[in-house]
């Protein structure tokens, strides 16, 4: 199981890749380890990262099985001055319209198997865990959302 959660993570990254078609220096990538050095920080980025799974018997013949991802938004204001409540608004607004991207259950199964209907992971919970870190934003103008989805499938036991 623990190989799938990463096969999750990667398709994630896939599907948001074509929702949002990122340009550089926007980014959406799928690292080991969280990286907010804002020196370095240019553009949008966005990283998704594998949470937790779990899984467990449905009936004698299938399994369910849960995977979360966690997603991190972060964009660093680049102008000097107070940020613009606008610049804010238009972040937070970003990140439903992701959150509902890749939340949707009325959107493509990850990973579904061609021809086989009902295959793959839909989204059993998405929800945005932290609207924007106060505090982040405050010491370092650094816009960080974070963001979590739990895909569920039922598989052959």
Same mark, same amino acid.
């Not at 990283?47 to 938004?73: C, E, H, K, M």
């Given at each position: 199981?623990?190989?799938?959660?990463?096969?999750? !993570?990667?398709?994630?990254?896939?599907?948001? !890749?074509?929702?949002?078609?990122?340009?550089?220096? &926007?980014?959406?990538?799928?690292?080991? /380890?969280?990286?907010? &050095?804002?020196? /370095?920080? +240019?553009? !949008?980025? %966005?990283?998704?990262?594998?949470?937790?799974?779990?899984? =467990?018997?449905?009936?004698?013949?299938?399994?369910?099985? &849960?995977?979360?991802?966690?997603?991190?938004?972060?964009?660093?204001?680049?102008?000097?001055?107070?940020?613009?409540?606008?610049?804010? &608004?238009?972040?937070?607004?970003?990140? /439903?319209?992701?959150?509902?991207?890749?939340?949707?259950? !009325?959107?493509?199964?990850?990973?579904?198997? /061609? =021809?086989?209907?009902?295959?793959?992971?839909?989204?059993?919970?998405?929800?945005?865990?932290?609207?924007?870190?106060?505090?982040?934003?405050?010491?370092? +103008?650094?816009?960080?959302?974070?963001?979590?989805?739990?895909?569920?499938?039922? %598989?052959?036991?």
């Amino acid at each position: 199981m623990a190989a799938r959660i990463v096969e999750v !993570r990667d398709a994630v990254v896939e599907r948001i !890749r074509a929702w949002w078609e990122p340009a550089a220096p &926007d980014e959406v990538i799928g690292p080991w /380890e969280i990286d907010l &050095d804002t020196r /370095e920080l +240019k553009g !949008r980025r %966005v990283q998704v990262f594998p949470s937790t799974y779990a899984g =467990g018997p449905v009936t004698r013949l299938s399994d369910q099985n &849960d995977y979360t991802v966690v997603i991190v938004v972060a964009e660093l204001y680049p102008d000097d001055g107070p940020i613009p409540a606008g610049w804010i &608004d238009g972040l937070v607004g970003w990140c /439903e319209g992701l959150l509902n991207a890749i939340g949707s259950v !009325r959107a493509e199964n990850l990973l579904a198997v /061609e =021809g086989q209907p009902g295959s793959g992971l839909y989204p059993q919970t998405a929800e945005c865990t932290t609207v924007y870190d106060l505090e982040e934003l405050a010491e370092r +103008k650094l816009f960080l959302s974070v963001l979590s989805v739990l895909y569920r499938e039922q %598989v052959e036991a």
